[in-house]
């Protein structure tokens, strides 16, 4: 069984941040990559930021230098840093992960969600 639980979200002014934060725990082998997803009222879940194992990290152009996704191995800890935020990153935020829980293969996991509204 493994669970991902998230933190963070809220109501912020344009241009302010918030930090979400994403932990798994469970019977867990390995994890390949951990990252966020984001979907707004009428949108499809669209991919926010991920990083795999090796730390390399990749964005939405829509969120590059603006958004920072770090990992703490250790604790199987996902953080996503969101600066200068905007209208349009008003969205339920799910962390993902690809878990190996000894199974020899990586399987999709999501959290619960949280809500980000940015709004004046």
């Known amino acids: 069984q493994v669970q991902l639980v998230e933190s963070g979200g809220g109501l912020v002014q344009p241009g302010g941040s918030l930090r979400l934060s994403c932990a798994a725990s469970?019977?867990?082998?390995?994890?390949?990559?951990m990252g966020w997803y984001r979907q707004a009222p009428g949108k499809e879940r669209e991919l926010v930021a991920g990083i795999i194992s090796g730390g390399s990290a990749n964005y939405a152009d829509s969120v590059k230098g603006r958004f920072t996704i770090s990992r703490d191995y250790a604790k199987n800890t996902v953080l996503l840093q969101m600066n200068s935020l905007k209208l349009e990153d008003t969205a339920v935020y799910y962390c993902n992960a690809k878990i190996d829980v000894g199974s020899n293969r990586y399987d999709d996991y999501w959290g619960q969600g949280t809500q980000v509204t940015v709004s004046s």
């Open positions: 469970g019977s867990i082998f390995s994890i390949y990559v």
